[in-house]
C-alpha cells in the first residue's frame, strides 16, 4: 500500500494517528501537496459521506473519520499553501441567531473541508447582518444555515430577505439544514439547497462550485 492509499484508509476507518502518520510519509516522500489533498483527503471523505448515506456507515463513524481528516489537513496547510493550491471554493457556516447548538454545524463544516472547501465557521447565534456582513467583505461562494430550534428556523429565511436587501441575493448560494427543517421549508425560505446530513451538504456544495 503506499503512501496516499494508506492515507486514504485511515481516514476512512478514523484512525487520527494512522491518517496523521501518512500525511508525514506521503510529505516525506515529495508527493505533490495537491495529489495527497484530493486522492487522499477528499477522495477518503467521498467515500466516508457515501458509504453513510448507503447506511454502511453511521454518525460515529461520520465523526471519527472527519477528526482524522482534520488532523491531518491542519499538518497539510502549509504545503497547501506553499504550492498555491487552489480550494473547491469558500463557505460561511453558522448557527441562526438565537440559536446555540453547534454539534451539526460543525460537523457540516469538517465535512466541507473535507470536500476541499475553505471554511469560515461563524459560530452560534449570528446574526443575518453578520452573514450579510461575510457576503459582503469575504467573498464567500456559500453560506451553510443550521437550526435545530423550530423557533429560530424563521432567521433562516430573514437571513435571506437581508440578502436580498443588500442586494448580495444573486452574490451566493444557500444552504440550510438541521434536525427541524425540511426541504419544503427550505423551499419557502428561498433557499438554494437543503441536505439533511452533513455528508449530503458537502456533496451538494461541491456540485455548486462544478466540482
Known amino acids: 500500500m503506499n503512501h496516499i ?8 476507518d478514523g484512525n487520527e494517528p494512522g491518517a496523521i502518520a501518512g500525511l508525514e510519509s506521503s510529505l516525506q516522500a515529495n508527493l505533490p501537496a495537491d495529489q495527497i489533498m484530493k486522492a487522499g483527503l477528499i477522495a477518503a471523505m467521498t467515500e466516508v459521506g457515501r458509504r453513510f448515506e448507503a447506511g454502511e456507515f453511521y454518525l460515529p463513524e461520520l465523526v471519527v473519520s472527519a477528526r482524522a481528516m482534520k488532523s491531518a489537513l491542519h499538518l497539510l496547510g502549509p504545503s497547501l499553501v506553499k504550492a498555491g493550491t487552489p480550494s473547491t471554493g469558500r463557505i460561511a457556516i453558522g448557527t441562526v441567531q438565537g440559536d446555540l447548538h453547534d454539534i451539526g454545524k460543525n460537523l457540516v463544516g469538517m465535512m466541507m473541508e473535507g470536500a476541499g472547501f475553505e471554511v469560515m465557521d461563524l ?9 450579510v456582513e461575510v457576503v459582503q467583505n469575504d467573498h464567500v461562494n456559500i453560506l451553510s444555515l443550521s437550526a435545530l430550534l423550530t423557533t429560530t428556523m ?35 425560505t428561498g433557499a438554494d439547497g437543503y441536505s439533511q446530513d452533513a455528508s449530503g451538504a458537502a456533496r451538494l456544495a461541491k456540485r455548486f462550485m462544478g466540482a
Not at 492509499?5 to 476512512?12: K, P, Y
Not at 459560530?123 to 452573514?131: C, H
Not at 430573514?158 to 451566493?172: M, N, P
Open 154 to 188: 424563521p432567521n433562516m429565511a430573514k437571513t435571506i430577505e437581508a440578502l436580498k436587501a443588500a442586494g448580495l441575493r444573486d452574490k451566493v448560494k444557500v444552504l440550510v439544514g438541521g434536525a427541524p427543517v425540511t426541504e419544503e421549508y427550505a423551499r419557502q
Open 5 to 12: 492509499d494508506s492515507l486514504f484508509q485511515a481516514v476512512v
Open 123 to 131: 459560530g452560534t447565534d449570528v446574526s443575518p447582518a453578520r452573514f
